[in-house]
């Protein structure tokens, strides 16, 4: 079956640099039309999307956080990463990845605090 | 970017309770897909394609709507139902998120 699990820092301090890993199984990014994407939602806010790659490579951002923004894969095709640089509390979250549309991961809570 | 907007905003339901909820685009998408969110866990998906049932979806829940107004149905409120629901287009990026309906048990 289809399961992806995000895993991270749990908490850093502002400026630095996030980086987020999600670990998948049950199907290959490398299938044509696989996307995965990463998402957040701070608490008690809706959901924003982020970045997202696909199979062949592709990569997708967010303009509005596009220049901090960077989203990768493993040779493997069993692992996405997002880096996020220069945090700030605002960046506090859970932080989502998701085989587009249908399944997500739970989730890693990120902490941004001095 | 597309913005979508969600309403209610906030609504409570009786069992067996006809629910509509809306999304509503500020530019045409292709299809909508939509998702349950229960407390703190992940999204899961309820329709996709703006009519498909996801698998292990109960039918009491059905989605249509075309162009910039679309909506979710459930067609008889359970219990289990209340949650917060999400509408999400994937027609162009960035990929985009209504606000959230949260559906209530009255």
């Known amino acids: 079956q289809v399961t992806l699990k995000e895993s991270g820092p749990g908490m850093l301090q502002p400026s630095k640099t996030l980086s987020l890993t999600c670990s998948f199984s049950?199907?290959?990014?490398?299938?044509?039309?696989?996307?995965v994407s990463w998402i957040r939602q701070p608490s008690g806010k809706s959901l924003e999307w982020l970045a997202a790659?696909?199979?062949?490579?592709?990569?997708y951002y967010n303009p509005s956080l596009k220049s901090r923004l960077t989203v990768s894969k493993d040779t493997s095709n069993t692992q996405v990463f997002l880096k996020i640089t220069s945090v700030d509390i605002a960046d506090t979250a859970t932080y989502y990845c998701?085989?587009?549309?249908?399944?997500w991961g739970q989730g890693v809570m990120v902490t941004v605090s001095s | 970017e597309i913005v979508l907007t969600q309403s209610p905003t906030t609504m409570a339901a009786s069992p067996g309770e006809k629910v509509t909820l809306t999304c509503l685009a500020s530019?045409?998408?292709?299809?909508m897909y939509w998702y349950q969110q229960k407390s703190s866990a992940s999204p899961k998906l309820l329709i996709y394609?703006?009519?498909s049932l996801a698998s292990g979806v109960p039918d009491r829940f059905s989605g249509s709507g075309s162009g910039t107004s679309y909506s979710l149905t459930i067609s008889s409120m359970e219990a289990e139902d209340a949650a917060i629901y999400y509408c999400?287009?994937?027609?162009?990026?960035?990929?985009?998120f209504g606000g959230g309906t949260k559906l209530e048990l009255k």
């Open positions: 999400l287009q994937l027609t162009s990026t960035p990929w985009t």
């Open positions: 049950g199907f290959s990014l490398s299938t044509s039309g696989m996307v």
């Open positions: 530019s045409s998408v292709n299809y």
């Open positions: 998701a085989r587009n549309p249908d399944y």
């Open positions: 394609y703006t009519s």
């Open positions: 790659i696909d199979w062949d490579g592709d990569k």
